[in-house]
T-cell receptor
Framework: DTGVSQDPRHKITKRGQNVTFRCDPI?????LYWYRQTLGQGPEFLTY????????KSRLLSDRFSAERPKGSFSTLEIQRTEQGDSAMYLC??????????????FGPGTRLTVL | GENVEQHPSTLSVQEGDSAVIKCTYS??????FPWYKQELGKRPQLIID?????GEKKDQRIAVTLNKTAKHFSLHITETQPEDSAVYFC???????????FGKGNQVVVIP
């Protein structure tokens, strides 16, 4: 499968615990995005990377959230001290940025987080 | 920031009929407009996109039209089939701001 992959697909945790999600983008893609999707809503942008550099973060991304893409390939999203409001689907997307164009984003299957 | 709205929220059509979903956007600088289809429990899948230098784009039974003056774009599905049943999301972005701003989605139900 050459698409975007995410792990785990489901995560159940207790409030106050830390969780980490992983995203593996399409191999030649230099951009990687994280979105959050709650029931009945469209995905909401969280952050994105170009190669290993984190270029933009949404105001939705509180101090408890951190994302990394250390070698410009896979990325991790960590949530510290989880709260029930963090329960959502966390989607990763990747794209190839070519000069002078708007890149097309391809999504992974998501990690569904449930905070009890 | 960009605000994207979709109408109607739910659309039921008879198999074989056409479905049209309309989105409006607020940022006149937006120049890229993709449509994603999301089936229950699955990833959003890009089905068609349009850039602001064209007014219409077609791909088999699917087409998208863009009206930059009115700041709206529409998805047209012809000869609908049961497998077209899904939630459809429109989105918008612009050069220099790579985040996609999504609408809330339209549930399309194709009745056999």
């Amino acid at each position: 499968d050459t698409g975007v992959s995410q792990d785990p697909r489901h995560k159940i945790t207790k409030r106050g615990q830390n969780v980490t999600f992983r995203c593996d983008p399409i191999s030649e893609h230099n951009r990687l995005y994280w979105y959050r999707q709650t029931l009945g809503q469209g995905p909401e942008f969280l952050t994105y990377f170009q190669n290993e550099a984190q270029l933009e973060k949404s105001r939705l991304l509180s101090d408890r959230f951190s994302a990394e893409r250390p070698k410009g390939s896979f990325s991790t999203l960590e949530i510290q001290r989880t709260e029930q409001g963090d329960s959502a689907m966390y989607l990763c997307a990747s794209s190839f940025r070519a000069a002078g164009s708007t890149d097309t984003q391809y999504f992974g299957p998501g990690t569904r987080l449930t905070v009890l | 920031g960009e605000n994207v709205e979709q109408h109607p929220s739910t659309l039921s059509v008879q198999e074989g009929d056409s479905a049209v979903i309309k989105c409006t956007y607020s940022d006149s600088a937006s120049n890229y407009f993709p449509w994603y289809k999301q089936e229950l429990g699955k990833r959003p899948q890009l089905i068609i996109d349009i850039r602001s230098n064209v007014g219409e784009k077609k791909d088999q039974r699917i087409a998208v039209t863009l009206n930059k003056t009115a700041k709206h774009f529409s998805l047209h599905i012809t000869e609908t089939q049961p497998e077209d049943s899904a939630v459809y999301f429109c989105a918008a972005s612009r050069d220099g701001n790579n985040r996609l701003a999504f609408g809330k989605g339209n549930q399309v139900v194709v009745i056999p």
